[in-house]
T-cell receptor, first 110, second 114 residues
């Protein structure tokens, strides 16, 4: 089984809808991260969490929220999706600096 | 704004040649450096980490770090078509509250021609 899993793997939604992307890990890492990746813009950090009670904004948090339900689970929500949130979203985990990525969720907002 | 710069490429090399990928970073206090490989549509996969000046070798891959010049490079010897991917350089910033995060470059696309 994969150490870091993301659900769903693909999602199509409409403008204004609320959606949640979920991340689970079995690596036992305390730190978890959400990134988005756009062509030509690279990986950009949305939110990160160093433990269950610690949530921090990243470079591009506007329009997103997160929930750390447990050490192993970190969810990303788009409260009201807009087309420019169409991207590839990755969850990652780490013990210290070395990060391990999930398989990604491809999101299309129409 | 702390930055990590990479040439976007594409870098094209013939099979069997040495591919050289370069990365520069702006935060002089950075301590940890990583190379990730990303195939199209897939997630980044860690190839190498390096923390000290000099070279670190792992199979066909060699990472080189020069903190004084603020650059890190990745050499791929005996390049294979399966090495064709985008290579991401990542650096840990050295400012309060963000230790452990990574700043990623935009990546260099490598194409190895048979």
């Amino acid at each position: 089984d994969a150490d870091v899993t993301q659900t769903p793997r693909n999602r199509i939604t409409k403008t204004g809808k609320r959606i949640m992307l979920e991340c689970s890990q079995t690596k036992g890492h305390d730190r978890m991260y959400w990134y988005r990746q756009d062509p030509g813009l690279g990986l950009r950090l949305i939110y990160y969490s160093f433990d269950v009670k610690d949530i921090n904004k990243g470079e591009i948090s506007d329009g997103y929220s997160v929930s750390r339900q447990a050490q192993a689970k970190f969810s990303l929500s788009l409260e009201s999706a807009i087309p420019n949130q169409t991207a590839l979203y990755f969850c990652a985990t780490s013990l210290r600096e070395t990060q391990y990525f999930g398989p990604g969720t491809r999101l299309l907002v129409l | 704004q702390k930055e990590v710069e990479q040439n976007s490429g594409p870098l094209s090399v013939p099979e069997g040649a040495i591919a050289s990928l370069n990365c520069t970073y702006s935060d002089r206090g950075s301590q940890s450096f990583f190379w990730y490989r990303q195939y199209s549509g897939k997630s980044p996969e860690l190839i190498m980490s390096i923390y000290s000046n000099g070279d670190k070798e792992d199979g066909r891959f060699t990472a080189q770090l020069n903190k004084a010049s603020q650059y890190v490079s990745l050499l791929i010897r005996d390049s294979q078509p399966s090495d064709s991917a985008t290579y991401l350089c990542a650096v840990t910033p050295n400012y309060g509250g963000s230790q452990g995060n990574l700043i990623f470059g935009k990546g260099t696309k490598l194409s190895v021609k048979p």
